[in-house]
């Protein structure tokens, strides 16, 4: 594989256009390297960054199959690995993308009514 | 890079279908011949700009296919060309960020007052972003293509220009006017197609 090819697959880790996103996600949650990455998927680390290239499969059920069907099957790897990597890395990086602050900096916020007394008003002194 | 118009077209194609291995097979067929093409023809750049530049280009076909249109030209001439701009663009923007840390460096006026030709500016020329200019861009020769290439780098020296026109045997004089005679072709083209030259 060309260093080329592996910059640009390192380059679109963050890039919801390519597979990469959902596997970079997925192999932080397990905390993965490629090594763990490759054997999670049941294929080869040299085939990682032309898997990182493609394109996740699409949301509904029937291009779902069919799409992780035709990556698997390019690439050598079970269909079944590769639906549980995709669907968990691609539900971390939607959460990740909703909520991007939670992320980060682990802040929650809540709303709440406000009960303090109003401030008075003007001639209102006593 | 695969040259050969029907290969180009075929990996295009699946890539407009939606195929999703389609993406990985673009950047496989065009990326690493579109980075030899910028080592060879813009061999002063900096290897880490001809990368970022090659990288744009295949990103902004993936991105939206749209932006290349098969009636006029060909799939790897249009990455050659759009590769070269962004390479351009990268350089244009690295020098302004040089002369920004100068003048932070150095707090002087120019001698110019800021004002500069278009001829001396390179960031006014065209960027391959304007689809308006496709068809100039797509239009110029070999030679003119190389001059083009010369001026988005900012090359100003007569006989870098005279060297790609072939006319370096040329009294100066004559190889300044020739030079002129076809960098002024070219801006003039740009200007006519709306472009900011």
Redesign the interface.
């Known amino acids: 594989m060309s260093d080329a090819l592996n910059h640009l697959a390192a380059r679109v880790a963050s890039d919801q256009l390519f597979l990469a996103n959902a596997l970079a996600e997925y192999a932080r949650s397990e905390r993965l390297d490629d090594m763990g990455l490759a054997t999670a998927l049941g294929g080869r680390v040299d085939d990682l960054a032309l898997l990182r290239l493609c394109r996740p499969p699409r949301c509904d059920a029937e291009h779902f199959r069919a799409d992780i069907a035709a990556i698997a099957s390019r690439f050598g790897i079970s269909s079944t690995k590769l639906t549980e990597v995709v669907r968990r890395g691609l539900s971390l990086a939607r959460l990740r993308q909703v909520q991007p602050a939670l992320g980060e900096a682990g802040l929650l916020l809540a709303a709440r009514d406000d009960n303090r007394e109003p401030p008075p008003t003007e001639g209102t002194n006593s | 890079m695969a040259d050969s118009w029907p290969e180009a077209a075929s990996t295009y194609q699946a890539l407009c279908n939606?195929?999703?291995?389609?993406?990985?097979d673009f950047?496989?067929a065009f990326?690493?011949p579109l980075?030899m093409f910028l080592n060879c023809n813009f061999p002063a750049a900096d290897s880490h700009d001809r990368?970022t530049a090659?990288?744009d280009a295949?990103?902004s076909v993936?991105?939206d296919p749209a932006v290349f249109d098969p009636s006029r030209g060909s799939l790897p001439t249009f990455l050659r060309m759009a590769a070269s701009a962004d390479l351009a663009n990268i350089q244009a923007r690295e020098r302004r960020h040089q002369r920004r840390r100068d003048l932070e460096d150095c707090v002087e006026l120019q001698a110019d007052g800021g004002n500069s030709s278009a001829e001396q500016s390179t960031n006014l020329l065209p960027s391959f972003d304007d689809p308006s200019l496709a068809a100039v861009i797509t239009a110029l020769d070999a030679k003119e293509w190389q001059v083009f290439g010369l001026m988005r780098e900012g090359e100003r020296r007569t006989g870098a220009f005279a060297a790609v026109l072939g006319i370096g045997h040329l009294p100066p004089v004559e190889q300044a006017t020739e030079v002129k005679k076809v960098k002024d072709r070219i801006l003039k083209r740009f200007q006519r197609a709306g472009g900011r030259a």
């Open positions: 939606g195929d999703p291995v389609a993406q990985s950047v496989v990326l690493d980075v990368l090659a990288e295949i990103l993936i991105r």
